[in-house]
């Protein structure tokens, strides 16, 4: 990576650059949603389509000079579809959320229902969450998971559709580890005459690649993020029916967002390149075998999975019976040399800024090259740091075995 003019022009953002290189390559990143995108995605995301403006959509646009901008998104369109069986594609949204924003500003009024998966049940802010535009705008019902298994409640969603007869249910999750049933929830709702959003943000890499049933026979709207398993930027995307095209092309542009980002699209363009090769494919599942390893080492050390495993990239782990928070165990385990995510558990007494449990994804390590015998090794420094989380001397001993792991399998040198 060629930093030189940025060395020269903001020595300040050079040296947080650097920083930010040396955390990705020294530490064991397990943020589920988070990964190591590849060197032809960096530089298309850093490439000249940063200075052009192109409001409007291929063919249609507001400024003049796209040719170019033109052929990107074509291209990242066309390579979505194909790579998902969609009707019709948007890739202009900057993020899963204003995705989901365009979805239902298309289709909702103001005080319209909407039912969702529960945020402490493993469902995500933009589903319904009181604090997020979608709980202040619209009447917000929720569906969780069974206390016993942590499995979906099927029987709980087609009650609480029957109960509330929503505009629109909303179906995926950013801390649930196991199958999703699409069919079922398009099922339960043609049933209540309400649409189906699937959001799949977190498992799309899974499902082009096979490892996951998809909505896109089900659902009327798909939304996703194009970075987690996917592997791609930091961006959104919108897949639908061929009939709602037009809202939503209308609601993205120029109804939430102005300018789309080419030099974003461009590099989405590449990701979807990326996953329709077979080394992609054999990534996920490799993704999948490292967390069912992972969780299952863990599990042998004492810990509890909810879910009692894993279907896709990640698990939830309950730390009560350790004697430990989210809170506390994020931070001993970032000293440790391992960065994860305090979490909340289906269920859960503590706050949000406390929790009792952790996520737990292996997207970012999978991309390293690590595989199951390096999950036993991360399971075994994991359970030594939370046993010790008040011992700094312990955690700094931990971070050295972490660190030489990561030495192993480097990021941005093998790029």
């Known amino acids: 990576?060629?930093?030189?003019?940025?060395?020269?022009?903001?020595?300040?953002?050079?040296?947080?650059?650097?920083?930010?290189?040396?955390?990705?390559?020294?530490?064991?990143?397990?943020?589920?949603?988070?990964?190591?995108?590849?060197?032809?995605?960096?530089?298309?995301?850093?490439?000249?389509?940063?200075?052009?403006?192109?409001?409007?959509?291929?063919?249609?646009?507001?400024?003049?000079?796209?040719?170019?901008?033109?052929?990107?998104?074509?291209?990242?369109?066309?390579?979505?579809?194909?790579?998902?069986?969609?009707?019709?594609?948007?890739?202009?949204?900057?993020?899963?959320?204003?995705?989901?924003?365009?979805?239902?500003?298309?289709?909702?009024?103001?005080?319209?229902?909407?039912?969702?998966?529960?945020?402490?049940?493993?469902?995500?802010?933009?589903?319904?969450?009181?604090?997020?535009?979608?709980?202040?705008?619209y009447k917000t019902f929720f569906y969780g998971v069974n206390k016993e298994t942590g499995f979906i409640d099927m029987n709980e969603v087609r009650e609480m559709a029957e109960r509330c007869k929503p505009k629109i249910i909303v179906v995926g999750a950013s801390a649930y580890s196991r199958i999703i049933d699409f069919e079922a929830f398009s099922k339960i709702a043609k049933e209540n005459n309400a649409l189906l959003l699937a959001d799949i943000a977190h498992i799309a890499g899974l499902i082009a690649a096979g490892l996951h049933p998809s909505p896109i026979p089900h659902a009327d709207f798909v939304t996703s993020t194009t970075h987690k398993t996917m592997r791609g930027p930091r961006g959104g995307m919108i897949m639908c029916k061929e009939k709602y095209a037009k809202i939503i092309d209308k609601m993205v542009f120029p109804g939430i967002q102005g300018g789309p980002l080419i030099h974003v699209i461009a590099a989405k363009a590449v990701a979807f390149k990326e996953a329709m090769t077979e080394e992609f494919k054999q990534y996920q599942q490799q993704v999948v075998r490292n967390a069912k390893r992972l969780a299952e080492k863990l599990k042998e050390f004492g810990f509890k999975i909810i879910t009692n495993g894993t279907d896709n990239h990640l698990m939830l782990v309950d730390l009560r019976n350790m004697n430990i928070t989210g809170k506390d165990a994020e931070t001993a385990l970032e000293i440790a040399g391992i960065t994860v995510n305090k979490n909340a558990i289906p269920y859960d007494d503590k706050p949000a800024s406390i929790t009792s449990g952790l996520r737990l994804g292996t997207p970012s390590v999978t991309t390293r090259g690590m595989k199951e015998e390096e999950m036993d090794e991360i399971a075994d420094m994991i359970y030594s740091a939370i046993k010790n989380f008040n011992k700094i001397s312990v955690l700094k001993d931990i971070s050295v075995k972490a660190k030489n792991l990561a030495k192993r399998f480097p990021v941005y040198s093998s790029l």
């Open 1 to 137: 990576m060629n930093l030189q003019y940025l060395k020269q022009i903001d020595p300040e953002i050079y040296e947080a650059v650097l920083k930010e290189i040396q955390r990705e390559e020294e530490k064991i990143i397990l943020i589920a949603s988070e990964n190591y995108a590849s060197r032809a995605i960096l530089e298309a995301q850093g490439s000249a389509f940063t200075n052009k403006y192109a409001e409007g959509y291929p063919e249609r646009r507001y400024y003049g000079g796209c040719k170019y901008a033109d052929e990107v998104e074509t291209l990242a369109i066309e390579r979505a579809r194909k790579l998902f069986g969609a009707d019709h594609v948007n890739v202009q949204p900057h993020s899963g959320t204003q995705a989901n924003m365009a979805v239902f500003f298309s289709v909702l009024n103001p005080n319209d229902t909407i039912l969702g998966m529960h945020l402490t049940h493993g469902g995500h802010l933009s589903h319904g969450s009181p604090v997020n535009f979608t709980g202040m705008l």
